[in-house]
């Protein structure tokens, strides 16, 4: 489960706006009746499957399985309020948090490798999906956090639209990583307000080495690109809690496997210099990493700290870095 623990924010103030949305970008489409449109079109992508760049083109429908392990049913691990994200995700009472089981990429250090390589979950319709959407927003959730929700979008704005006509109002956010189609992304313009992809590699042998996707970095700059036209830079209420906006999550791995200072500069000067990075330490050996020596060992200060320095040197001031 991926966790935020013990984080400290390098900058607090810069990059928040004084137009806070006071509403959640969905509710729009569904009184337009164009969230009922997005979710007649985003079906189609089912059969064949080309929901998320892997293009399998397996039927869906009829519970054939790609890479990802899902078929027809929308597998859900478990959905619970989490206090370890971000804190202006997690802000005072918890990010409303739903796990989808399978996951399109096959990282071989995957840190939640049961849920997301394993396919641990319970399969749900798309009604019990927008309950649980309702129920977390009962429990005081701050907003509705799908994780590895890539393979799975068309399930997700079908539960939109069945939870913003049940009163689902808090926003949702998108924490992803970062291997997410065009296709998929236009359909979530307008119904996504806070985007969290990672930048897991900025090297294709490495995306093809240790996650089995070649063609990692152009989709995922070519997404990152995307979800900041949709949502902008950060956008938090008085209260510090995120309305709206894109937070990049990286994770550093030993040996600059990630390419954190390529990463930085990529953020820094295409998508934009206020962007919120959530530097990630919490590295560990998970999964099949100890088939590759590299991978065998957690990351040392010196290589986290010289991540950090990579945010100063492209004036990336926006953020969390972990102790
Ligand atoms: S969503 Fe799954 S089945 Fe569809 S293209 Fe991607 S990996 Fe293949």
């Not at 979008?153 to 006509?165: K, L, M, T």
């Not at 070649?214 to 209260?239: C, F, I, P, T, W």
């Not at 500069?265 to 998508?271: G, L, R, S």
């Amino acid at each position: 489960m991926r966790r935020y623990g013990h984080s400290t924010s390098f900058r607090l103030s810069r990059g928040f706006s004084c137009v806070v949305p006071t509403y959640p970008s969905y509710l729009n489409l569904f009184y337009t009746g164009e969230l009922q449109k997005r979710v007649e079109e985003s079906k189609k992508y089912l059969s064949p499957c080309t929901v998320c760049p892997r293009n399998c083109r397996t039927n869906r429908l009829e519970n054939q399985k790609g890479i990802c392990l899902a078929g027809r049913d929308v597998r859900v691990s478990s959905y619970n309020l989490h206090h370890g994200e971000e804190p202006p995700i997690s802000g005072t009472r918890g990010s409303g948090t739903i796990f989808f089981a399978g996951c399109s990429l096959k990282c071989r250090f995957c840190q939640n490798y049961p849920i997301s390589q394993l396919n641990h979950g319970n399969d749900y319709s798309t009604e019990e999906l927008a309950d649980m959407m309702i129920e977390l927003q009962g429990m005081g959730a701050h907003n509705i956090n799908l994780v590895t929700p890539t393979h799975v979008v068309p399930y997700i704005i079908e539960a939109v639209s069945i939870a913003a006509r049940n009163g689902l109002t808090v926003p949702l956010a998108y924490n992803s990583s970062g291997y997410d189609s065009m296709d998929m992304l236009r359909l979530l313009d307008g119904i996504i307000d806070i985007y969290m992809p990672d930048i897991k590699y900025t090297s294709d042998g490495y995306a093809f080495r240790y996650s089995t996707a070649k063609d990692y970095v152009a989709v995922n700059r070519q997404a990152l690109l995307e979800m900041h036209r949709q949502v902008g830079d950060l956008v938090s209420d008085e209260n510090g809690v995120a309305r709206r906006g894109l937070i990049v999550r990286h994770l550093v791995l030993p040996d600059d496997i990630a390419g954190t200072r390529a990463s930085m500069e990529f953020v820094a000067e295409h998508v934009s210099g206020e962007t919120f990075i959530s530097l990630m330490s919490q590295y560990f050996p998970a999964h099949r990493a100890h088939d590759f020596k590299e991978l065998s060992r957690g990351i040392t200060q010196e290589e986290y700290t010289s991540a950090i320095d990579c945010l100063g040197i492209y004036g990336l001031e926006n953020g969390w870095v972990q102790e």
